[in-house]
């Protein structure tokens, strides 16, 4: 169910509220690689992996692989495309985002954006929250307990196209899981929810 976006604001761990979950993310992963700004191509074996900002790409083994995200989404074919994450908030040290994309166009995309210290990525991660916010669409979700330190969550439909996205804050890391493609079931919410925490552990292993 959808509630307003107040009442989800990012909470930490430990607290009586559940944690609110997205997006680094939605302002970034979601409304760049969900929403098909970032280009894909049908090889994943000639994908580009050029970094245009000072932040080194980080291993794609930061990142849950193809086999994870079909755990979750199996219609979901190959990987399209790997880059930095060029929609991250702040100054980062290391990221990398990678899309993967069913035949009939639905796409799910990761991120993993390192910063210097977690006080930057804390930053980052509020101005993403806000950037979230104001999109046109936005509606706040519930998100799952036990996701990082803080987390955020949300859905954006314009038009017939739903996003889903859930970003995590983790140490120096933010992480970013978002859906394109998805009406935003609860049945499509619990699966992004569980890969979710699937990508937060794998990239602070």
Do not use: W
Request: hydrophobic share 40%; net charge negative.
């Amino acid at each position: 169910m959808v509630q307003s976006a107040e009442r989800y604001r990012v909470e930490r761990i430990g607290s009586s509220a559940p944690l609110a979950i997205l997006v680094t993310i939605l302002a970034g992963v979601l409304f760049a690689g969900g929403c098909g700004q970032q280009d894909t191509q049908s090889d994943a074996e000639s994908q580009p992996e050029a970094s245009t900002s000072e932040a080194i790409l980080l291993p794609q083994e930061a990142l849950v692989g193809l086999d994870v995200v079909q755990t979750y989404f199996p219609e979901i074919e190959q990987q399209t495309a790997t880059s930095e994450n060029s929609t991250a908030s702040g100054t980062l040290d290391a990221t990398r985002m990678v899309i993967y994309e069913g035949g009939d166009g639905r796409r799910v995309t990761v991120s993993v954006d390192r910063y210097p210290s977690p006080d930057a990525a804390a930053t980052a991660f509020e101005q993403a929250i806000d950037n979230s916010e104001v999109v046109p669409g936005f509606a706040a979700l519930p998100a799952p307990a036990d996701v990082g330190d803080k987390a955020f969550a949300g859905s954006v439909t314009q038009g017939d196209d739903t996003h889903i996205g859930y970003g995590a804050l983790a140490g120096e890391y933010v992480i970013g899981v978002t859906s394109a493609g998805y009406p935003a079931t609860t049945e499509n919410v619990e699966k992004l929810a569980g890969l979710t925490r699937d990508a937060v552990e794998k990239a602070t292993a």
